[in-house]
Structures are given as C-alpha cells and as structure tokens.
C-alpha cells in the first residue's frame, strides 16, 4: 500500500470503541506517550497549541470514577437522578486502561477566536484516536458524564475561557474491526467549475 492508501484505510478503521467493550490489561507506556506525541502535533492557528490533557491510569483512575460520580450527584437536579446512570459514569473509567480529559487552554492573542482553539484540539484528538487505531487498541471521544458539569472546569482547575472538551477512554480490544457508517460524501459536498 502507498501512504495515501494506508492513511485511507486507518481513517476508515477508525472507530469509537466503549468501556464495556475493552479487554484487561494496560496500554504500555511507550504507545500512550506515542498517542500523545501525535497529538502534540495537531496543526493550530498562531502556534498557540491549546491542547492540554489530563491523563489517568492507575489509581487515577479510581479518582476519575469517584470525581464522575459524584459531580453527577451534585449537580444532576434531584427528579432527573438515575441511579443506574450513576453506576454506570463511575464504572466507566473502571473498564479503561487509561482516559484522558481533553483540555483546551485559551491563549492570550485576542486575534485567534476561541472557537479556532477548540477546532485545533479536536485535531488533536483525531491525531490520537488515528494513533489508537493504528496501535489496535480502542477509544471514543465522551462529551457525556462529568463532561457536561461546570463543576468539572473546577476538578481541572481550569480558567473561565478555557474549556474541558471530553473525555477520551481507551483501552484494548478484540481483534476484530467493527463496521461503520457514513452516508455518501457526495450529499455533503458542493463543486463549483
Ligand atoms: C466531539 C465528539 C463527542 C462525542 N461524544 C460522545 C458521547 O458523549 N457519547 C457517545 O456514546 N459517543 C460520543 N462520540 C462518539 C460518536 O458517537 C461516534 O463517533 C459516532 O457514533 C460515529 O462512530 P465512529 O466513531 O465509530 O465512526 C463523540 C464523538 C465526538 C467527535
């Protein structure tokens, strides 16, 4: 295959793999420190590179847990709370061999609007998640959970313009591929000649 070939067949393997799904057994250092390194070279407008990420494993991620649970708790208003919601964000991070919170740090140029910041993250993500499917491990981009909280911005310490954009837990998976679904590009695309 030439590179244009390899580049479409992992874009096209890529796909969101769930906790429940994962295997025992840890990523490895080496190939986390990869996924990262990948990340850190998402393109980002003016050089701010924004990306910042909190990564659990271990005993983390029993933090994780404990701190999904219970923003959940505290912030759910009381005639919305499910208890089986509950079990399930905090049995999450349980099931993952690391997870990783997606953190966009505004930058001080007033010229670069925020939104641009953001936009750089999310290929940083994709950096990672490629990175992922290449190593053959699994992984998905969670907005839910703890995500959703305001409160979260204060477990990272994050400042008012920055954002906590996700989570992304990862973990290994069987070996094999699970099929995805796009509909047809051409419906999306307009050409002008
Ligand atoms: C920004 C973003 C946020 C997402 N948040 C969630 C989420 O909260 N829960 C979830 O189940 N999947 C989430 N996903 C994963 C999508 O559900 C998934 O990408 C989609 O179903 C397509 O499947 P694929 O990734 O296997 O191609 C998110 C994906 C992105 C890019």
């Known amino acids: 295959m030439n590179?244009?070939?390899q580049i479409s067949s992992l874009i096209k393997e890529r796909r969101s793999y769930y906790p429940h799904e994962y295997l025992e057994g840890e990523i490895p250092q080496d190939h986390i420190d990869m996924i990262l390194e990948n990340a850190n070279w998402a393109p980002n407008h003016g050089l701010t590179e924004p990306w910042r990420f909190f990564v659990f494993e271990k005993e983390g991620l029993k933090a994780l847990s404990e701190a999904q649970g219970n923003i959940y708790k505290d912030n759910i208003p009381e005639e919305e709370f499910e208890q089986a919601r509950y079990e399930k964000l905090v049995k999450l991070p349980l099931q993952s061999s690391h997870v990783i919170a997606i953190i966009m740090k505004?930058?001080?140029?007033p010229k670069i609007p925020k939104i641009e910041e953001v936009e750089a993250v999310a290929c940083a993500v994709q950096n990672m998640a490629?990175?992922?499917t290449a190593l053959g491990y699994g992984g998905?981009?969670?907005t839910g959970g703890m995500v959703k909280f305001e409160q979260s911005k204060e477990f990272f310490g994050l400042g008012e313009e920055d954002e906590f954009l996700g989570l992304f837990y990862m973990?290994?998976?069987p070996s094999e591929n699970k099929t995805g679904k796009r509909k047809d590009i051409k419906?999306?695309?307009t050409w002008v000649r």
């Open 130 to 132: 490629l990175t992922v």
């Open 3 to 5: 590179k244009a070939e």
């Open 106 to 109: 505004r930058g001080n140029n």
């Open 171 to 173: 973990g290994k998976i």
């Open 140 to 142: 998905y981009w969670s």
């Open 187 to 189: 419906e999306k695309v």
